[in-house]
């Protein structure tokens, strides 16, 4: 199962999405998205959260506000980091994420620490998880299938 968040902190809607468990998130760090930014509590167990850009976008072009959204989401989705007042999320474009088979289920590291970026979240923003939270959608998705058929849109547009 797959949770989807609607970010609407600003004019242009953004999808974020996490995973159910550690098993789930495997799925997800299989069948990302190039489009996929990750987001996770550094140094503490979390949920991973995704954070789907537009067409075009780099991590440069998310507004405060949708990283906003992203960074608290996943410090809510933290046992140990919900109960502290501040942590740091890290987040990373979805192909910076190394999965190798010694890793344990939900377990990653990076190919470029260098485009690993970080922030920190002071405190616990009630009104703007409540707003997400209103947003959030429970879904059963084919990652594999979604995966496939995008890529197959991409090269129809590469090849047009």
């Known amino acids: 199962m797959v ?3 609607t970010s609407n902190a600003v004019p ?8 159910k468990d550690k ?3 495997e799925d997800l760090i299989k069948y990302g998205w190039p489009e996929d930014v990750w987001f996770h509590v550094d140094k503490l167990s979390s949920a991973h959260v995704y954070l789907r850009l537009h067409k075009g976008q780099t991590m440069d072009d998310i507004p405060k506000e949708v990283l ?7 410090k809510a989705n933290s046992i ?7 942590v740091t999320v890290v987040y990373t474009p979805w192909s910076n994420l190394r999965k190798t088979p010694d890793m344990d289920v939900g377990q990653i590291g990076f190919h470029r620490q260098k485009d ?9 923003a009630s ?7 209103r947003t959030r959608v429970e879904r ?3 990652l594999a299938a979604e995966r496939e058929c995008r890529d197959r849109e991409e090269r129809g547009r590469r090849r047009a």
């Open 3 to 5: 949770f989807y968040f």
């Open 12 to 19: 242009a809607v953004y999808t974020i999405y996490m995973g």
């Open 23 to 25: 098993y789930e998130n």
């Open 68 to 74: 906003s959204d992203c960074a608290h989401l996943v």
């Open 80 to 86: 140990q980091g919900c109960k502290l007042s501040s």
């Open 116 to 124: 690993v970026r970080s922030l920190t979240v002071e405190r616990k």
């Open 127 to 133: 009104e703007q998880l409540r707003r997400l939270e």
């Open 140 to 142: 059963f998705p084919d």
